[in-house]
């Protein structure tokens, strides 16, 4: 065994923390698609003024390349453990036998577990700002309410989550999470709103869906002046918050003299991935490198492998204004994979249109052989993953096997380990054991939304 101390530092120091984020909408191929509405009428802001702060639709819609960081926002996430390590993979590349140079950004030291805090302080932040009283959300297996709750705590905002009812029941960890951190959590379907009062009379044992959950938080503060909706994922906003993470990933590799040739995420609906890549996007974009970036997701729900680039509802309801993405269709039902947080029909508009224009590859895999990469990382790093990252180190690992024995072009692969996998060892138990099943999606009928 090789025990040579290789020459590496752990950068982490607090002004690695960016004071702007980065906003690629300028820097964009061709214009976004604008949201529409099911008549064809494009979405104007001001009709989002019901649900968000002023603040977040002037970011969602932005033509600024860059947009402050309040000072708030930034303390409270130093205060919480930004910047996040930076950590070369050396004991995982020794395993695998490459020549190929594996970092990755840690997420999963911050509070929650992972990255979703970025946003969900970012958007407390504002919505404190302009007096809003309480945020609604939905959350399926509780990253994401976990996140916001504990936003709600530090800028004292009351928070109220539609948790999926079958994840409320199966999956209580992240919900005694939410319960601690103060918020109030419901189990959805509920009788607090109509759309979920009219599911449960026809069906009073509805597990729930995320696109039910969804329908009854926004119903929930459509009613109320005081409340505002809350999103963890796909809008531009949340996109340009998540940026923090390949800032600071940038600049981390800049004191060690490197710079990624590939960038790898898991994608649900694209966050994560985009707060890494964006940055490095953008001097792609700019002609400076070719760096190649590559999304990756589950096979059970291949929204950007086996889907279209069409417009189509945001939510399986079809409440939300349509939006032109990569979708396998707001009628698709997702497999139970363990990777909830991967189980959503779209993907973040920019991120789409910049696979459609082919700067980012896509790649699925199967969770059999994402948790095997995941036992490889976790036997070598020690982090044990959540199962969405987990997607990333699969694709890292695949890669960095190309690039055995004394292959002198070897790449410098840069991955985003999203969150650590410690609320999710059921799926990890059930990988043990053999028990894990591999869907297949047979029926993506994409036929309603080409039809349109
Ligand atoms: C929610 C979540 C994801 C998927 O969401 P994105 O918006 O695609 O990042 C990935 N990893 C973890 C750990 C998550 O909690």
Redesign the pocket.
Known sequence: MDLAIPEFRSIQNPDIIPDKWYNILPDLPEELPPPKLPSGEPVKPEMFLPLFPKALIEQEFSPERYIKIPEEVKYTLASLGRPTPLFRAVRLERFLDTKAKIFYKYEGVLPTG???INTAVAQIFYNRVEGTERVSTETGAG??GSALSLAGALFNIKVRVFMVKSSYHQKPYRRIMMELYGAEVIPSPSTLTESGRRILEKDPDNPGSLGIAISEAIEDVVKSDKAKYSL??VLNHVLLHQTIIGLEAKKQLEYIGEYPDIVIG????????AGLAYPFMQDRLSGKTDTRFIAVEPKACPTLTRGVYEYDFGDTAGLTPMIKMYTVGHRYRVPPIHAG??RYHGDAPTLSLLVYKGYIEARAYHQTEVFEAAKIFASTEGIIP?P??AHAVKAAIDIAREYSGDADDAPVILFNL??HGLLDLQGYQDYLEGKLVDYEPEKIDLSYILRK
């Open positions: 992972s990255h979703k990253q994401w963890g994922s898991g994608v649900g609906g694209g966050s994560n991935f947080g991967l959540a969405e990252s999203s969150g």
